[in-house]
């Protein structure tokens, strides 16, 4: 069902694009030499926009801790959690028999094993780098040829990113629109700029900027994915790429608006950001408690999984004031 589900979303998204435009058919900007390549950061970058943490960004960031409240912004993964077709999770404890064999030695010990059959692009994710290209060309222009195996990526796995300790920014936009907001709602500069301004921030390079939209409460206990959602659109994402940030997060599974701006460049803000401008994607975002709390800055912390090879990661933020 999960498959059928992650089609359903993008025959929602995209409307007739079929009939508008065969997918296999690159569109004129491709045909003509790209112009999102070589990185401002290096033809041989890999890292992209974290090139933008600093020391200095870290120290200055852990500054903004003055309670020592955390929040916690990734949700829990398990076998009802919606994601994209034909993604999934499955966990089995393993022991034997029932786990109530003899104990081992004098001190009786026992215990438990597990093993995880997942996705790792479900729940709380980050995009890493090697998730979206453009026409088989990915971060840097580097072709699909040079860094996907069946066995994990060459280049651009997420286990090769640095730990992410910087400042964190929430833009509450059910204060700019609705709670929850709209599906379909873009978020673009001026409405970028509105909720800065409303939380008393200046987005800066090296910034993490996390939208709430009340949409992942409101879909709460759902067991498959909303084909509509509020989100980022285009031009907010170029925007926020140029401030420098090094990465965007949500509370929806796809952080850009759907439908899309345009139904014939499917996922165009995953094309922006990650292919374009080596900016990472955080999506399910657990905002809700920190929401509540208050929009505007805070310490954001984030050590991604070592799972060497892997496209995406599931992870848990940590907010903290």
Known sequence: MKRVLGLSVVAVAMGAVACAQSPSKPTPELIAAPSWYPSKYGSEDRLGALNNLTDEKTAQAAKLITRGKSFS?????????????????????????????????????TGNDDYVDTFVGIGSQIDGLGHMGINHQYYNGVPVADFVTTAGLTQFGTHTLPPIATRGILLDMTKSFSSPVADGTAFNEAEIDAAAERAG???????VVIFHTGKMKATEGETTLSPTSPGLGVEGAQYLSDLGVVAIGADTWALEVIPFENEIRPFDVHLTLLAKNGVYILENMATDALAADGEGAFFFSLGVPKLEGTVQAIINPVAIR
């Open 73 to 109: 912004l990734g949700m829990v993964t398990g076998r009802d959690t919606p994601a994209y077709g034909p993604r999934e999770y499955d966990v089995m404890v393993l022991q034997l028999s029932d786990g109530s064999g003899t104990p081992l030695g004098a001190n009786q010990a």
């Open 201 to 207: 921030v200046t987005i800066e390079a090296g910034d």
